[in-house]
């Protein structure tokens, strides 16, 4: 595993930490953790967004990696996920969200590997960008059925999870 794809997989080991800690106690979340979690998330997509598939594309003559429509796809799925207020039924949703678009990153052959592979002669300075990358701002829960609506309609773009 090259220095861009640990980076990526120790982040996603790290947003499983804190997703695991904000719903250790039983039939809880706890919102502090969970917002932790969330802006941490949003960070993490963020660097994919707006560091690592643009470098690619760019390290690649504009074509971009195969993955980067799902990818993007993906992105909008979570983010939907992470509007309303977190329930345990919303999280065990979003958690098999992570699970199936985690895989794609992380598997050998998978989008981190490439980006080691195309990335290289430029790693160093990509992974400081990664590094320094502020935090991304969040905004409050919004609930209802648009929201659920709008979560769904992203998952089936997404081609992911039925809910």
């Known amino acids: 595993?090259?220095?861009i794809?640990?980076?990526?997989?120790?982040?996603?080991?790290?947003?499983?930490?804190?997703?695991i800690r904000a719903t250790a106690?039983?039939?809880?979340?706890?919102?502090?953790?969970?917002?932790?979690f969330r802006a941490g998330l949003l960070r993490h997509i963020a660097l994919e967004e707006k560091?690592?598939?643009?470098?690619?594309?760019?390290a690649q003559g504009g074509s971009g990696h195969p993955m980067a429509g799902q990818l993007r796809l993906d992105h909008g799925a979570i983010a939907a996920m992470l509007v309303p207020t977190p329930t345990l039924a919303g999280i065990s949703r979003l958690r098999l969200l992570l699970e199936q678009h985690d895989e794609v990153e992380e598997r050998a052959g998978?989008?981190?590997?490439?980006?080691?592979?195309?990335?290289a002669p430029i790693a160093a300075e990509?992974?400081?960008?990664l590094k320094t990358y502020p935090n991304v701002r969040t905004a409050p829960h919004v609930?209802?059925?648009?929201?659920?609506?709008?979560?769904?309609?992203a998952l089936?773009?997404?081609?992911?999870?039925?809910?």
């Open 1 to 3: 595993m090259g220095a």
């Open 126 to 129: 990509l992974l400081n960008r």
């Open 143 to 153: 609930d209802g059925p648009l929201v659920e609506r709008h979560i769904q309609e």
């Open 5 to 19: 794809a640990q980076f990526m997989a120790t982040d996603h080991r790290r947003l499983e930490a804190l997703l």
């Open 110 to 119: 998978g989008v981190y590997e490439d980006c080691d592979s195309a990335l």
């Open 51 to 58: 560091v690592l598939l643009p470098a690619i594309r760019e």
């Open 156 to 163: 089936e773009r997404a081609g992911r999870l039925a809910p």
């Open 25 to 36: 106690v039983p039939d809880t979340v706890d919102p502090a953790l969970f917002e932790q």
